[in-house]
């Protein structure tokens, strides 16, 4: 991939994140603080590592799948990884979501 589209896939990316709201918030994710890290490789490859905010919830895990979902079909997207982290049976929760 060229600098000039990986610098572009870095932009949707960006503007996908303050568009995505957490399902018991009216916030977008970048507001709430849940996503740890955010790494976007040159071939499109995206890894998200991040906490729930609320680790009981399945709807929570739903909307973690929707927005994997939602990445992926992102031109120049090729792959997400979430990992999800600090809360209990976090193992399972990025098993499940990258399964």
Same mark, same amino acid.
């Given at each position: 991939?060229?600098?000039?589209?990986?610098l572009a896939l870095q932009r949707k990316v960006a503007r996908?994140?303050?568009k995505w709201y957490d399902p018991h918030d009216r916030r977008p994710y970048t507001e709430i603080d849940c996503i740890r890290t955010l790494e976007i490789k040159p071939d499109g490859e995206v890894n998200i590592t991040l906490k729930p @905010? *609320?680790?009981h919830c399945p709807?929570?895990?739903?909307?973690?799948?929707s927005?994997?979902?939602?990445?992926?079909?992102?031109?120049?997207v090729t792959f997400v990884t979430i990992h999800v982290v600090?809360?209990?049976?976090?193992?399972?929760? @990025? *098993?499940?979501?990258?399964?």
């Open positions: 991939m060229s600098n000039r589209k990986y996908f994140f303050t @905010t *609320r680790p709807c929570c895990l739903l909307d973690l799948q927005l994997k979902e939602k990445l992926s079909s992102i031109k120049g600090d809360i209990p049976a976090s193992q399972r929760w @990025t *098993r499940v979501l990258n399964g």
